[in-house]
């Protein structure tokens, strides 16, 4: 597989492509050639596994273009790492693999910034399109007087467009969710067969001055919890949090918001399900009417950066078994971050644990290779959970464990209640991590729960030992101040691929702090290795 463009005289890499292969990269720079991902806003470098715009440097690139020096300005400026040289922007987007291998991703111009994140509206079509009911679908771009917004049109009898859209809100981050969506009998198409963009009928999307006042005095406690997190933004009974400029980390201070305003408990599942005040009362009216004691099962969506394009990883949380304590590591990550959670019924063992994590896992991301990291015990499940999907898959799975223990860990009841209460309460009154921010905003109810939760989930690990071997990496951080594992290096033996084992200054319940935070990401996403010319 020959890659190039005409602005750098065609060839700059190449792949001798395997018939196995499922997907075919562009390779390796040839002679004299430099390829580069970067950040398209700052032309700097992005580590290694992280998708970015491809620029090309070398002797063979054009002079520009004839006639037009602002274009040639914007696509060969000049290399910040080596004055005096360019590079050329292909408008690609890429990823450079540990391998030293280029793989390409789409094109950057069909991306659009949805409230700070890129989002390519192709794939969320492709996720409508997904719907029984919907036998195609197109997504694009839209302006309003708030920024732009995505607007879907499908072709579909048997889901409204309220339906559909929820539909899509379980399934997709809240920024990549349409934010109107219009059933048509047909798409548009030109005489060639392809989509006719400009075709498509207006979308009556209400973005004007409109406004729909609360209902009732929950629509109202909800809306005025909405502006104070908002802060300036005009709410009311059917403002979208996400689409007003609401995120995952925001919407960690809404929940506690509501609960101070109402006495009632939510979370980012159902935040992200029922974004608006008249939406999400209705479900806290439904969950106050029905019993409170239904935990969540399904994986909780985390972050999703520049495109949807990369393979996600997951996280699985410790013992307390709630991933948004994920949520500041995801963002830095900077790619799709998918908190798994674990199986609610107390009979469920870390045998149950993995094959419920493994079946999520395929059910997200039935092709691999997969990344799994796992916190103390959720480590634990994480490394049983790989072994079944490289058993199912026959393929790899690299984990990388955070201070989890290889062998049997002590689990007294009364031990860990007291450890509960102690790391509770110091979390709380701390309230600089996520994990402080989500025991700041939980009232004595979820507190009870989440403390039973605590003791369930740390019967679960009884006589719990790693036993056989995946054939990922595995990386072992482990926390020197507190370490769960004595003999990190133990895990070096249930690995068939590369060990690699990290020590940070912290303790057990410190790795996700704002302090360890920094170390932490250097430790998971290494800097980019230069590519030879």
């Known amino acids: 597989n020959l890659y190039g463009p005409t602005e750098a005289a065609i060839d700059v890499a190449r792949h001798d492509a395997d018939p196995e292969e499922t997907v075919v990269p562009i390779g390796r720079p040839v002679w004299n050639t430099q390829l580069l991902v970067v950040d398209p806003d700052t032309l700097q470098p992005v580590a290694v596994g992280r998708p970015g715009e491809l620029v090309i440097g070398g002797v063979q690139l054009a002079r520009g273009y004839l006639g037009r020096p602002e ?20 408008g690609d987007e890429a990823l450079l693999t540990p391998d030293g291998v280029f793989l390409y991703l789409g094109r950057l111009d069909d991306q659009v910034k949805i409230d700070g994140a890129r989002v390519e509206p192709g794939e969320v079509a492709a996720h409508l399109a997904g719907h029984p009911a919907v036998q195609e679908a197109a997504v694009r771009a839209i302006t309003g007087p708030r920024g732009p917004r995505l607007a879907g049109w499908y072709v579909g009898e048997g889901v409204s467009p309220a339906e559909l859209r929820s539909w899509a809100a379980g399934r997709l981050p809240g920024w990549m969710v349409p934010a109107v969506l219009t059933r048509l009998d047909q798409l548009p198409r030109r005489p060639n067969g392809k989509l006719d963009a400009a075709a498509l009928p207006a979308p009556a999307l209400a973005e004007g001055p409109v406004r729909t006042a609360p209902a009732t005095a929950l629509e109202a406690a909800i809306a005025g919890a909405f502006a104070r997190v908002l802060d ?31 006495g009632l408990e939510t979370d980012l599942k159902q935040l992200f399900l029922n974004p608006t005040p008249r939406l999400l009362a209705a479900a806290l009216d439904q969950a106050r009417i029905a019993a409170g004691d239904h935990e969540d099962e399904g994986p909780l969506p985390l972050y999703r950066p520049m495109t949807g394009r990369t393979q996600p990883v997951f996280l699985i949380p410790p013992v307390a078994g709630e991933p948004a304590i994920f ?14 959670r674990f199986p609610a019924h107390p009979a469920a063992g870390l045998p149950e644990f993995a094959r419920h994590l493994a079946r999520t896992v395929l059910e997200i991301a039935p092709r691999g290779p997969w990344r799994l990291i796992g916190y103390s015990l959720g480590g634990m499940a994480a490394f049983d959970a790989a072994r079944l999907i490289e058993a199912e898959t026959g393929g790899r799975v690299d984990l990388v464990l955070l201070d989890t223990s290889a062998e049997p860990v002590p689990m007294h009841p009364d031990a860990v209640a007291a450890k509960f209460d102690r790391e509770f309460a110091r979390a709380a009154a701390d309230g600089t991590d996520a994990m402080g921010r989500l025991a700041a905003g939980l009232g004595r109810p979820a507190v009870a729960r989440l403390k039973a939760r605590v003791l369930r989930n740390a019967r679960a690990t009884t006589g719990w030992r790693a036993r056989g071997v995946i054939h990922g990496d595995i990386t072992m951080i482990t926390a020197r101040r507190d370490p769960a594992e004595r003999r990190p290096e133990r895990w070096a033996a249930h690995t068939t691929g590369r060990f690699r084992l990290i020590g940070l200054d912290a303790g057990h319940f410190d790795l996700l702090s704002d302090r360890m935070m920094p170390d932490l990401v250097r430790a998971l996403v290494p800097a980019p290795e230069p590519v030879p010319a």
């Open 71 to 90: 274009l040639s300005a914007e696509r060969f400026p000049e290399d910040p790492a080596n004055p005096g040289a360019r590079l050329y922007r292909t």
């Open 232 to 262: 300036g933004v005009t709410v009311d009974a059917t403002t979208d949090f996400f689409l007003a400029g609401g995120h995952s980390l925001t919407a960690l201070r809404l929940t506690g918001e509501i609960r101070a305003a109402t």
């Open 327 to 340: 949520l500041d590591l995801a963002a830095r990550l900077g790619q799709t971050a998918w908190g798994l």
